[in-house]
């Protein structure tokens, strides 16, 4: 049963996502109350919104690794618990090999099982924030209001999880979509779709989501086209490089200006995907039976088609393909990353003038909002808005480090006394097996390394 009034709380989260929970059950591991805690979003459940790109990706497996998962503690990692979950010691050979990576189906197992044990649906109060005031009297905290102005509660410290921003188009296409005639054949990779067994279709980007779109046409019978703006896309088993996984390498990351930052960014986030043999020999075959394709190039100009479409693709890397008649067009260009497409977000840039170069909020070290965020009411934030301070922010790994992060400096703040440790661990097994057996329900994801 989710909240029915506002209510003051010592924690608000702002946002319903993944980092919703993993705020929430880092909060109520170390010692909060439940009933201290608010989570503002519309969604009954934190996954919803993952799964749901998931399942437009027809993504099976994710791209993070064994320690990437919704336990409050790292131990045990998610090889462990899958291997505990399975009796088999498959998913632990394959975690030291970095070759494990947990199923999409596992992975929500988890996260609803942790979700509904700790109470976190209990706790939500089922509006979207629109507004947010910076309040110090009687004492530091922040007054929220929804998307209609109307009163939502009061924090002591806010955590701004607001997720992704919208999804990403190049110019050509968005262009495109705004065209009736054109719109139902122009899609982005996270979008519903379906291929036709006689189609062909042009897949922009050699990212992780690209690679499963190459997958899925080729599953369905259809022709690819697959376009890349760089002829020689990068293979990284991880989102960034495995150092940034790690405090060293995030606090050498820190220790850049942000400009470079930024621009370091650019380089480490420009669309990777890990090697994996399932997906090569899908690309193979279909390379053999002459229904896979490799050009560079940027789609300039859309129109209609004898097949659907007809797109220009002009090439920096040599003469121009030119133009094709194809069946659709799927764009695995991500999400928009500056923060100005998230409405509450551009509000408070507007109206405190908190410091932003390249769209993104330059945020303290700590993740804390310039301006806003005081050691004793925190203003902080997570995610892929985070990503000039955590690289790997918008991960499960990186969401866990900023909530861990954020949490233990409100308990300091707050001065709480901690869940003594024998708690803890009863609280982590006891989460732990209840996961195993949510997980031994769902259907294995295969492992494509």
């Keep these: 049963m989710t909240l029915a009034q506002p209510r003051d709380s010592t924690i608000a989260v702002v946002g319903d996502g993944f980092g919703s929970a993993l705020v929430y059950t880092t909060a109520v591991y170390l010692g ?3 009933e201290q805690l608010t989570v503002y979003g519309p969604n009954g459940n934190a996954v919803a919104t993952y799964q749901q790109f998931a399942y437009n990706l027809g993504q099976t497996i994710l791209r993070s690794e064994s320690e990437s998962h919704f336990l409050p503690a790292d131990w045990p990692t998610f090889a462990q618990l899958d291997a505990w979950a399975r009796r088999s010691p498959a998913p632990l050979l394959r975690s030291v ?4 990576n947990p199923g999409v189906a596992e992975i929500l197992a988890e996260a609803t099982t942790v979700q509904r ?5 209990d706790n939500r109060l089922p509006v979207r924030i629109g507004w947010l005031q910076r309040e ?9 209001f929804d998307e209609k102005a109307n009163f939502a509660g009061r924090a002591r410290h806010v955590m701004l999880a607001l997720g992704h921003g919208p999804l990403s188009f190049p110019p ?3 262009t495109a979509r705004e065209d009736p005639e054109l719109a139902d054949r122009v899609v982005q990779a996270y979008e519903p779709k379906a291929y036709a067994a006689d189609g062909r279709y042009v897949v922009i980007g050699a990212g992780i ?5 190459w997958a899925n046409a080729l599953d369905a019978g259809a022709k690819v086209v697959s376009l890349l703006r760089s002829p020689t896309p990068d293979e990284q088993d991880l989102n960034t490089p495995r150092c940034f996984f790690e405090s060293l390498g995030i606090d050498a990351y820190q220790g850049l200006p942000f400009d470079q930052r930024l621009e370091f960014l650019g380089q480490i986030l420009k669309g990777t995907a890990p090697r994996r043999r399932g997906w090569e020999q899908k690309v193979r075959e279909g390379r053999r039976q002459g229904r896979f394709e490799q050009l560079m190039g940027e789609i300039d100009e859309v129109r209609p088609g004898p097949a659907g479409l007809r797109v220009h693709v002009r090439s920096r890397h040599g003469p121009d393909p030119g133009w094709l008649d194809v069946t659709g067009v799927v764009a695995g260009t991500g999400f928009q990353k500056s923060g100005l497409t ?3 977000l551009r509000r408070l840039v507007q109206f405190y003038g908190l410091p932003l170069q390249e769209g993104r909020l330059l945020l303290r070290s700590n993740c804390g909002v310039p301006g806003l965020d005081q050691p004793d009411s925190r203003l902080c934030m997570m995610g892929i808005h985070a990503n000039p301070v955590i690289p790997n922010g918008d991960t499960i790994a990186g969401l866990k480090y900023v909530a861990r992060r954020f949490v233990a400096d409100c308990a300091r ?4 006394r901690y869940r003594p440790f024998a708690s803890r661990l009863r609280l982590q097994l006891s989460l732990a097996a209840s996961s195993a057996r949510a997980m031994r329900q769902v259907r294995r994801a295969e492992q494509l390394a």
């Design 32 to 34: 909060f109350r439940p």
């Design 97 to 100: 090999r970095r070759r494990y």
């Design 117 to 121: 044990l700790l109470g976190w649906d």
């Design 136 to 144: 110090q009297q009687p004492t530091p905290h922040f007054t929220l």
């Design 172 to 174: 050509a296409l968005a």
């Design 209 to 213: 989501a690209s690679v499963n779109e």
């Design 342 to 344: 998230l409405p509450l």
């Design 413 to 416: 703040a707050e001065r709480i």
